[in-house]
């Protein structure tokens, strides 16, 4: 209990009281609405903030985890032992400076494409629908509809392992299919700038249209889910694979595989992340098994359980 009081103080010294909840279920902060409690959650309000927080957490054997809008995670039933460091309700600023667009990594992916949208800008589209942050889009080389986010990236700022804090331009991010530098290296993405192209407002408006009818008449959008939950294998589409299989509606406990939309696990009643966790071994197991092709899952894993 003192070791538990001690770290209280210090991360109250370090991004104040009000930004520092303890034993804050997981199941409030994530898109599958799962997920046991985090010992500490913190919600830094700025990059010193974050930089400060990585750097006491190193200082004192912390486990901890970095996360944005919680749209691509799975935590554990029994939770998170650590620190969850949330960069999304505070570090969500917005910048627009011609064809470029300056945003901090908390800002949501719809948010940034309003912007584009508002500005005349067009090339950020694909992004509208996609239920994440900023940050964890530069990460995860974020996609949908034939775009990704290295067609847009011109630069990244970073806080390295070590506590510095850089501008990586795009060439040098190693960006691949749901992949970058960053998930390898530790860095933590704080901002970005995307390079975008001047278009006709009206043709940028009704193509986001377009895209969002796609997504509701083929998605799931009506249950708690985490997007995709498998990457796509080369040469083959996850979700056509789990059909096939006969996997359609496959349900362990309240998880299912979406009958709407076999790329996509669902929280259909009131699932466990042990639940959602089983499908998708399961549904990994029975892809491989029938057709040789391993899934991966798409979705984070993080806690205890």
């Known amino acids: 209990m003192d070791a538990f009081m001690n770290l209280w ?15 804050e ?9 799962v997920g046991g409690p985090a010992d500490f959650f913190v919600t830094p309000a700025n990059e010193e903030q974050v930089r400060d927080t990585l750097l006491l957490l190193k200082k004192e054997n912390v486990p901890y985890y970095v996360m944005g809008n919680g749209s691509n995670l799975l935590v554990g039933d029994k939770g998170f032992r650590g620190v969850i460091i949330q960069i999304a309700k505070k570090m969500n600023q917005i910048r627009v400076d011609g064809e470029t667009i300056y945003a901090q990594s908390g800002a949501l992916l719809s948010r940034v494409a309003a912007q584009a949208l508002a500005n005349g800008l067009t090339g950020f589209e694909f992004a509208s629908g996609i239920p994440g942050t900023l940050g964890g889009a530069v990460m995860m080389n974020a996609g949908a509809y034939g775009g990704e986010m290295k067609q847009v990236l011109a630069n990244a700022y970073v806080l390295t392992k070590v ?26 993405v704080l901002g970005a700038e995307l390079k975008l192209e001047r278009g006709n407002e009206e043709n940028i408006r009704n ?25 796509r294998p080369e040469g083959y589409f996850a979700g056509k694979l789990i059909q096939d299989a006969g996997l359609r509606g496959f349900q362990v406990g309240g998880a299912q595989v979406s009958e709407k939309h076999c790329g996509f696990v669902i929280n259909r009643n009131q699932a466990t992340a042990a639940d959602i966790l089983s499908l998708m071994e399961q549904v990994a197991d029975k892809v491989e098994a029938q057709f040789g092709v391993r899934l991966e899952p798409e979705v984070k894993r993080i806690g205890e359980w």
């Open 9 to 23: 103080d210090k991360l109250c010294e370090t991004v104040t009281a009000e930004n520092v909840l303890t034993d």
């Open 25 to 33: 279920p997981m199941d409030r902060h994530t898109t599958f609405r």
């Open 163 to 188: 506590g510095e804090i850089r501008v990586i331009p795009a060439d040098l991010m190693e960006l691949g299919y749901r992949t970058s530098i960053f998930s390898k290296n530790q860095d933590i």
């Open 207 to 231: 193509y986001m249209e377009e895209l969002k009818e796609k997504r509701v008449s083929k998605q799931p959008l009506e249950y708690p889910s985490a997007g995709s939950t498998f990457k």
